[in-house]
C-alpha cells in the first residue's frame, strides 16, 4: 500500500533554482544551435562521440538535479512510484502518445503549406538509413536515447519541476514545465511540436501520480522514431 504524500509546500528558492538551471539549458540549446549554423551532422546516431558526449551531459544534468533537490523527500519529490494501476497508467500512455502523433502530423501538414520544413530534420538526431558497418555505435546510441535521455529528461521537468510548481496548480505545473522542455531542445520550428509532448507527458505524470509511465512513453517515443528512420519508415 502506498504511503500519502506529505501536504503540498512551496520551496520558492529550490523552484528559483530549478528555473535558472532549465532556462540556461534552453539558453545552451539555442546558443548551440545557432554556433553549429542551424546544421548538425546526418550521422550522430552512428558516432560513439554522440553517445560518451550525451551520457557526460546527462551525468552533469542529473548531478545538478540532486543538488537542487537536496533535502527533499527523494521519493515524492520525483514521484518515484508504483502508479496505482499499471494497466490504467499503459493505457493513459498509448493514449498520449498516438495524441502526440496525431498532433504532430497536423502541425506538420499546417508546416508543408508554407514550404519544405521538417521538423525531425531540424533536431537532426534521426539517421537517414541503415548502416551496418557502424551497428555498434548506433546501439550505444539507441540505447542512450531510449534509456538514459527519457530517464534524466522526465526527473529534470516532470519529476523535480512538477514537485516545485505543483503547489501553484497542475495547469502551470503542466504547461510551464512543457514548455521548458520543448525550448531545451534548442529548436524553432519542431518547439511547438516539443513543447505539446512535454505538456502531454506532464499530464501524465499528474494523472498517474508517478514518473515512470512518462519515461516508458518517452522512450518508446524515441525509440519508434530510430527504428523507423534507420528501416526508412520514417
Keep these: 500500500m502506498q504511503e500519502a504524500p506529505p501536504p503540498e509546500r512551496r520551496y520558492p528558492g529550490k523552484l528559483t533554482a530549478w528555473l535558472v538551471f532549465v532556462s540556461a539549458l534552453a539558453l545552451l540549446g539555442y546558443a548551440a544551435r545557432l554556433g553549429a549554423g542551424g546544421d548538425t551532422p546526418d550521422d550522430l546516431a552512428y558516432r560513439w562521440s554522440s553517445s560518451v558526449a ?31 494501476s499499471w494497466g490504467r497508467a499503459l493505457g493513459l500512455a498509448a493514449l498520449a502518445l498516438l495524441t502526440i502523433y496525431l498532433a504532430s502530423f497536423v502541425y506538420e501538414q499546417a508546416l508543408s503549406l508554407f514550404g519544405d520544413w521538417s521538423p525531425t530534420d531540424e533536431q537532426g538526431l534521426v539517421p537517414n538509413g541503415w548502416d551496418s558497418s557502424r551497428a555498434a555505435p548506433f546501439v550505444a546510441f539507441f540505447l542512450v536515447v531510449t534509456l538514459v535521455a527519457p530517464a534524466v529528461e522526465e526527473l529534470t521537468y516532470r519529476g523535480l519541476g512538477v514537485f516545485l510548481l505543483q503547489p501553484w496548480g497542475d495547469v502551470v505545473a503542466i504547461v510551464l514545465t512543457g514548455l521548458l522542455f520543448g525550448a531545451a531542445h534548442g529548436l524553432v520550428v519542431a518547439l511547438p511540436v516539443l513543447a505539446f509532448f512535454g505538456i502531454v507527458v506532464a499530464w501524465l505524470r499528474v494523472r498517474t501520480d508517478s514518473i515512470y509511465p512518462g519515461m516508458v512513453l518517452h522512450g518508446a517515443f524515441n525509440g519508434i522514431a530510430l527504428v523507423a528512420a534507420v528501416s526508412g519508415a520514417a
Aim: positive net charge; hydrophobic residues 50%; charged residues 25%.
Design 54 to 84: 550525451a551520457i557526460v551531459q546527462y551525468g552533469l544534468m542529473l548531478g545538478v538535479l540532486l543538488l537542487i533537490a537536496r533535502g527533499l523527500p527523494r521519493r515524492d519529490t520525483f514521484a518515484l512510484r508504483r502508479p496505482r
